[in-house]
Protein backbone atom coordinates (compact mmCIF):
# COMPACT_ATOMS: atom_id res chain seq x y z
CA UNK A 1 0.00 0.00 0.00
CA UNK A 2 1.55 3.36 -1.27
CA UNK A 3 1.55 6.24 0.99
CA UNK A 4 1.66 9.84 1.21
CA UNK A 5 3.46 11.42 4.42
CA UNK A 6 2.52 15.51 4.42
CA UNK A 7 4.90 17.81 6.68
CA UNK A 8 4.96 21.37 7.40
CA UNK A 9 1.54 22.39 8.26
CA UNK A 10 0.75 24.70 11.54
CA UNK A 11 -0.48 28.30 12.83
CA UNK A 12 0.49 31.36 11.14
CA UNK A 13 -0.60 34.74 11.20
CA UNK A 14 -2.29 36.31 7.93
CA UNK A 15 0.86 37.78 5.72
CA UNK A 16 3.07 34.92 6.79
CA UNK A 17 4.82 31.88 4.90
CA UNK A 18 4.46 27.89 5.18
CA UNK A 19 6.05 25.55 3.43
CA UNK A 20 4.55 21.83 3.47
CA UNK A 21 6.15 18.70 2.50
CA UNK A 22 5.48 15.47 0.64
CA UNK A 23 7.60 12.37 0.46
CA UNK A 24 6.39 8.52 0.13
CA UNK A 25 6.71 6.18 2.99
CA UNK A 26 8.46 3.41 2.10
CA UNK A 27 10.33 2.80 -1.36
CA UNK A 28 7.98 3.60 -3.24
CA UNK A 29 9.82 6.02 -5.94
CA UNK A 30 6.91 9.15 -7.32
CA UNK A 31 9.83 10.73 -9.61
CA UNK A 32 7.38 9.63 -12.73
CA UNK A 33 3.95 10.19 -10.96
CA UNK A 34 1.98 13.55 -11.44
CA UNK A 35 1.35 15.29 -8.02
CA UNK A 36 -1.46 17.75 -6.57
CA UNK A 37 -1.36 19.42 -3.19
CA UNK A 38 -5.61 19.94 -2.30
CA UNK A 39 -7.34 21.18 0.70
CA UNK A 40 -10.37 20.76 2.49
CA UNK A 41 -11.77 23.79 4.76
CA UNK A 42 -14.99 23.05 7.14
CA UNK A 43 -18.15 21.95 5.54
CA UNK A 44 -16.91 22.72 1.94
CA UNK A 45 -15.45 19.88 -0.67
CA UNK A 46 -11.94 18.81 -0.94
CA UNK A 47 -10.62 21.45 -3.58
CA UNK A 48 -7.57 21.85 -5.77
CA UNK A 49 -4.80 23.63 -4.90
CA UNK A 50 -2.00 23.04 -6.95
CA UNK A 51 -0.59 20.54 -9.55
CA UNK A 52 2.49 19.41 -11.01
CA UNK A 53 3.42 17.03 -13.68
CA UNK A 54 6.08 14.38 -13.59
CA UNK A 55 9.43 16.38 -14.43
CA UNK A 56 7.78 19.68 -12.96
CA UNK A 57 7.63 21.50 -16.81
CA UNK A 58 3.91 22.36 -16.23
CA UNK A 59 2.34 23.40 -13.04
CA UNK A 60 -1.27 24.66 -12.33
CA UNK A 61 -2.59 26.84 -9.76
CA UNK A 62 -6.12 27.87 -8.41
CA UNK A 63 -6.97 31.17 -9.20
CA UNK A 64 -7.34 31.61 -5.17
CA UNK A 65 -3.63 31.01 -5.19
CA UNK A 66 -1.98 32.15 -7.63
CA UNK A 67 0.71 34.55 -7.25
CA UNK A 68 1.34 33.59 -3.39
CA UNK A 69 1.80 29.58 -3.62
CA UNK A 70 4.10 27.56 -5.54
CA UNK A 71 4.11 24.16 -6.14
CA UNK A 72 7.75 22.05 -6.73
CA UNK A 73 9.38 18.64 -6.50
CA UNK A 74 12.75 17.13 -6.29
CA UNK A 75 12.78 14.34 -7.72
CA UNK A 76 16.41 13.18 -6.37
CA UNK A 77 15.07 13.78 -2.95
CA UNK A 78 11.70 11.96 -3.78
CA UNK A 79 9.79 14.83 -2.46
CA UNK A 80 6.80 17.54 -3.70
CA UNK A 81 6.99 21.46 -2.04
CA UNK A 82 4.14 23.99 -1.42
CA UNK A 83 5.64 27.15 -0.66
CA UNK A 84 2.78 29.29 0.87
CA UNK A 85 3.70 32.82 1.03
CA UNK A 86 1.35 35.97 1.98
CA UNK A 87 -1.19 33.64 3.87
CA UNK A 88 -4.84 34.68 4.10
CA UNK A 89 -7.52 33.48 6.66
CA UNK A 90 -9.55 31.87 4.18
CA UNK A 91 -6.48 29.81 3.07
CA UNK A 92 -7.33 27.45 6.57
CA UNK A 93 -8.00 23.86 5.57
CA UNK A 94 -6.88 20.53 5.96
CA UNK A 95 -3.87 19.95 2.89
CA UNK A 96 -3.51 16.88 1.09
CA UNK A 97 -0.87 15.68 -0.88
CA UNK A 98 -2.18 13.64 -3.84
CA UNK A 99 0.10 11.25 -6.45
CA UNK A 100 -0.84 9.38 -9.93
CA UNK A 101 1.28 7.01 -11.53
CA UNK A 102 -0.37 8.97 -14.63
CA UNK A 103 3.11 11.30 -15.24
CA UNK A 104 1.00 14.40 -17.11
CA UNK A 105 -0.90 16.96 -15.16
CA UNK A 106 -4.16 16.33 -12.71
CA UNK A 107 -6.48 18.85 -11.69
CA UNK A 108 -9.26 16.55 -10.67
CA UNK A 109 -9.41 15.02 -6.90
CA UNK A 110 -11.02 11.85 -8.96
CA UNK A 111 -7.96 11.64 -11.00
CA UNK A 112 -5.35 10.84 -8.18
CA UNK A 113 -4.95 7.04 -7.21
CA UNK A 114 -2.95 8.05 -3.86
CA UNK A 115 -3.70 10.39 -0.77
CA UNK A 116 -1.73 11.63 2.10
CA UNK A 117 -3.58 11.91 5.93
CA UNK A 118 -3.49 15.67 5.77
CA UNK A 119 -1.79 18.46 7.92
CA UNK A 120 -3.67 21.10 9.34
CA UNK A 121 -2.74 25.02 8.39
CA UNK A 122 -4.37 27.50 10.43
CA UNK A 123 -3.90 31.34 9.40
CA UNK A 124 -4.82 34.03 11.98
CA UNK A 125 -6.09 36.96 11.43
Known amino acids: QVQLVESGGGLVQAGGSLRLSCAPS?????????MGWFRQAPGKEREVVTAINWIGSITYYSDSVKGRFTISRDNSENTVYLQMNSLKPEDTAVYYC?????????????????WGQGTQVTVSS
Open 98 to 114: AADPRSGLRIKKDDYTY
Open 26 to 34: GRTTFSTYA
